[in-house]
């Protein structure tokens, strides 16, 4: 069941990703794009919170934040962090129930694939909510695994797993392990999920967030590798400027915001 496969990983995610080499390179460079949108107008709901990192930060530059998470032990977490900010809050909301939590924002977020759980039937449905309940103007700001992650495909080559190497070009899905629990994931690229959003909304923005920096499974031989992950982080923030690189990196940046 994949709320349990969270459940079971949410004392590891912090350590894990959250606090690694990798995570905070990566989660940096979300930011430098994240923050600047937001402002004491914005009610951000964000969708599969993990354990409340960035909604924690996002509170210090909004009116509001409510994070959400399918996972009861991410909430836990992420609550017992939560000891002064009064504009942040926490609850346990799968994405298909979200309703009124949509109609209350203007600015939805997601981090680090957290939509990437969502079949394409799921997340069509999550977009016609999105369309039917939030106002003209409206941000959604995405962070997704995408499709043809350059540094997977060649380091399962390299490793002579064929399977894995092409896993993200699946249409059906992908069985996911973590912490011994299996969940099933779906990889998408930019263009399907403008596709999911029409006319309604605008591309306003995408880019890629790890096209040199490795995905986080690779962190333990990076770990004392500083100078190496320094440098391939440098690299990032000379090219992931550019759109094209939404198609190739680890996650992509997407940035929409609804006209209609």
């Known amino acids: 069941m994949q709320v349990a496969s969270f459940d079971n990983y949410a004392k590891n995610y912090d350590d894990h990703f959250t606090f690694s080499l990798v995570g905070l390179m990566q989660r940096h460079a979300v930011y430098s794009l994240l923050m600047p949108l937001l402002n ?3 009610r951000v709901l964000e969708i599969n919170c993990g354990t409340g990192k960035d909604a924690l930060e996002i509170g210090k530059y909004t009116l509001s934040v409510l994070a959400t998470d ?3 032990k991410m909430i836990e977490l992420c609550k017992a962090k939560n000891n002064s900010a009064a504009n942040v809050s926490f609850k346990v909301n799968l994405i298909q129930d979200l309703n009124e939590e949509i109609k209350n924002s203007n600015f939805i977020f997601s981090n680090f694939g957290g939509l990437n759980c969502l079949s394409p039937q799921e ?3 999550f977009a016609d ?3 039917a309940l939030l106002n003209t103007q409206a941000d959604l700001f995405f962070v997704i695994m995408g499709r043809k992650c350059i540094w997977e495909r060649l380091y399962f080559k390299f490793k002579g797993d064929q399977k894995k190497a092409n896993r993200r070009d699946s249409t059906i ?3 996911t392990l ?3 629990s299996e969940f099933k994931t779906w990889y998408y690229s930019p263009k399907e999920i403008a596709n ?3 006319t309604e909304f ?10 040199f920096v490795p995905p986080s499974y690779l962190n333990p031989f990076f770990s004392n590798k500083k100078f190496l992950l320094k440098l391939l982080n440098g690299l990032d923030k000379l090219f992931c400027k550019f759109s094209w690189t939404a198609n190739y990196a680890d996650h992509f940046i997407i940035h929409l915001k609804k006209i209609n």
């Open 40 to 42: 004491n107008k914005s």
């Open 70 to 72: 399918a996972s009861t």
């Open 123 to 125: 997340f069509a449905e």
């Open 129 to 131: 909510k999105c369309k």
């Open 173 to 175: 899905g992908v069985e």
């Open 178 to 180: 973590i912490n011994g």
């Open 196 to 198: 999911f959003f029409g």
């Open 202 to 211: 605008k591309m306003v923005h995408t880019s890629g967030v790890g096209l």
